[in-house]
């Protein structure tokens, strides 16, 4: 019943912007961490960007000073800037909730797919 649905991806050239939203729903939004993770093809996936409940934010080293995580708890929404894309930057990027209490479970959003051309 949790739901994260994530929108904003697509094709950029490199020097370009995107804006990645997730929507959550069926949740207390406010209470929970939240990240983005991206995966690219024949790579673990990695986590890109995270901020807690109470808004501390954490980066990978590949994303920090371009990227920039937030989130409206008004609006249930969470929300990546990124910004002088590269390609490498190129994955699939999803969303997750991650639970104030640890014998929930997290929840993954559908992925969205971001590509970055040369």
């Known amino acids: 019943q949790v739901q994260l649905v994530e929108s904003g991806g697509g094709l950029v050239q490199s020097g370009g912007s995107l804006r990645l939203s997730c929507v959550a729903s069926?949740?207390?939004?406010?209470?929970?961490?939240m990240g983005w993770y991206r995966q690219a093809p024949g790579k673990q996936r990695e986590l890109v960007a995270s901020i807690t409940s109470g808004g501390s934010t954490n980066y990978a080293d590949s994303v920090k000073g371009r990227f920039t995580i937030s989130r409206d708890n008004a609006k249930n929404t969470m929300y990546l800037q990124m910004n002088v894309l590269k390609p490498e930057d190129t994955a699939v990027y999803y969303c997750?909730?991650?639970?104030?209490?640890?014998?929930?479970?997290?929840?993954w959003g559908q992925g969205t797919q971001v590509t970055v051309s040369s």
């Open positions: 069926r949740i207390i939004f406010s209470a929970y961490d």
């Open positions: 997750k909730a991650d639970p104030p209490t640890r014998w929930h479970s997290p929840s």
